[in-house]
């Protein structure tokens, strides 16, 4: 991955805030994702949270989890998370609401056996509720305005199949201060929100390897 200066980093958050707010203003508050990744032309350092790896926190879990069945990525980006989950052994589907994503993500990791999908996580298809062992969100709910994340979240309990685990990871919000988003730090009682109607098994708020510590995330996980 190409390295960002300070000044490339800013110039690239004020770019995205800009998109975010017009995207808003047109009543179409989620089309800045695919005008990102579109005119990205494929430089991934102009996709501010793409790693270029796993998100350390999912990583900790499959170390103590070995995979059983059917999992599914919701707003997988440029697919880092999915490809770690098939390297393992789970049966992968990812699905992002932005066509040039999905493409892109699918070139990245050819050789993977992942099943790509474009989908809107507010309009999945019928048959996937009630089919995952294992969904995963990954900063989605915390990049999406708030009218459009109460109805997002609410889509992910009902994936899971009887004894299916959800797991959600983002940044949360200590200060209950507004926050000028996109990313907007989700607080204690909306994740606890997201997994109404399932067993709670661990909120966890910690730090990432390079945080600053007062950046705090939190891994949640709920199983039916
Ligand atoms: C902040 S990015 C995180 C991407 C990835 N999970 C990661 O951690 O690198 C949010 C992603 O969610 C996708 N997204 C936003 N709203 C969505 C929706 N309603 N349905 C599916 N994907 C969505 C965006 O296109 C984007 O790829």
Redesign the pocket.
């Known amino acids: 991955m190409t390295v960002m200066s300070e000044e490339e980093i800013a110039e690239l958050r004020n770019r995205i805030l800009s998109m975010a707010r017009s995207a808003e203003a047109n009543n179409d508050p ?1 089309a800045w ?2 005008d990102l ?1 579109q005119s990205s032309e494929g430089n991934d350092s102009k ?1 501010p ?3 270029g790896e796993p ?1 350390q926190f999912l990583v900790e879990w499959t170390e103590s989890n070995s995979p059983k069945g059917k999992a599914l ?6 697919g ?2 999915a490809a770690h989950l098939a390297k393992l052994g789970w049966d992968v589907t990812a ?4 066509p040039t ?1 999905i493409e892109w993500s699918s070139r990245i990791y050819d050789g993977l056996n992942i099943q790509w999908r474009v ?4 309009d999945l298809p019928e048959d996937w509720i009630g089919l995952w062992d294992l969904v995963v ?4 709910l ?3 305005p708030e009218e ?1 994340r109460y109805p ?1 979240s609410e889509k992910l309990a009902p994936l899971l199949a009887p004894g299916g685990t959800l797991i959600c ?1 983002g940044l949360y919000d200590y200060s209950n201060e507004h926050s000028e988003g ?2 907007w730090p989700l607080s204690e009682a909306f994740i606890h929100s997201i997994g109404k109607g399932l067993k709670r098994i661990e909120l966890e708020v910690k730090n990432r390897p390079g945080d600053d510590t007062d950046q705090l995330r939190y891994i949640s996980i709920w199983k039916r």
């Open positions: 989620l994702f695919e990744y996709i949270w793409s790693r998100h990525i919701v707003g997988s980006g440029l880092e998370d699905f992002d609401i932005s994503a989908e809107n996580l507010l969100e990954v900063h989605i915390q990049a999406i459009v997002a990871i996109p990313p």
